[in-house]
């Protein structure tokens, strides 16, 4: 173990995104596992993706204003397309969200097929640089996620029915699916809403964003610790918290009668 990497001052901005990204996710999470569409997340985080490779392959100046536009149209596209299959074929919205990421996959690959540096670009849009955040990012995401909660807050989402969620989903993945990867982005939406289905209301947001910020600062600090990819590290280091709360509760159950505070999205 090498104690004197553990630098806060590389680490300190990673875990400032993370829970960032922990903060649009909690409660989207909890709204996806309610509609049964687990795999929507890993869907549009491709599609964001296809669209940066996209941009790049035009030679479009890397993180850059024209990048970030490639990446929520191709986003917004797809929830746009997700609105209308849940529309025309709702039982098989699940079925199509796996096409679609499938499909978004393919087509990247196919696009960085040219590139000499292919592997290395597909590598950071699954894994993430989460250990290379600068200040421009995390003030560009925590202004996209305080916008995203004001409009959850409001009940903005909710007016614009099946395409609100789809579109503030979209928002979010296209924010920190660059920062943390998809694989990432997967698991801050999905890990600590499930760690947390038997829980309700206010209650079951507060315990999954701790699962999560524990999640992200254990993950951090074990990765400088060992050496080892931070993105990976922090999969299992979330997944690790929800079984242990999951192991508690499961020991010790606490009925909770609080009501729901989740609105429907339908």
Not at 128 to 139: A, M, R
Request: charged share 10%; glycine share 10%.
């Amino acid at each position: 173990m090498n104690f004197s990497a553990v630098d806060w001052g590389i680490l300190g901005p990673a875990l400032i995104a993370g829970l960032l990204v922990l903060a649009t996710h909690v409660p989207l999470g909890t709204q996806v596992l309610e509609r049964g569409i687990v795999f929507i997340d890993l869907a549009i985080a491709q599609i964001a993706g296809l669209g940066v490779i996209g941009a790049d392959a035009l030679g479009l100046p890397e993180g850059g204003v024209a990048v970030q536009i490639a990446a929520v149209s191709a986003a917004l596209l797809g929830a746009l397309l997700l609105t209308w299959t849940e529309r025309r074929a709702p039982q098989q919205q699940e079925a199509l969200i796996g096409v679609m990421f499938i499909l978004a996959a393919c087509a990247g690959i196919l696009l960085l097929s040219g590139n000499p540096h292919g592997g290395e670009h597909l590598k950071d849009l699954l894994v993430g640089q989460i250990l290379w955040v600068n200040t421009t990012q995390l003030l560009w995401l925590a202004g996209v996620t305080a916008l995203l909660l004001l409009a959850l807050w409001l009940g903005w989402v909710q007016r614009l029915g099946r395409f609100g969620f789809y579109a503030v989903f979209a928002l979010a993945v296209t924010a920190s699916v660059q920062l943390v990867g998809v694989y990432l982005v997967f698991s801050s939406l999905i890990i600590p809403a499930l760690g947390t289905r038997q829980l309700q209301g206010r209650r079951r947001h507060l315990t999954a964003y701790a699962i999560g910020a524990l999640g992200y600062a254990s993950g951090l600090t074990l990765s400088a610790l060992f050496d080892l990819p931070s993105g990976a590290v922090i999969v299992w280091t979330l997944a690790a918290c929800a079984l242990a709360f999951n192991s508690t509760q499961a020991a010790n159950p606490v009925a909770s009668n609080t009501p729901s505070n989740s609105t429907e999205l339908r």
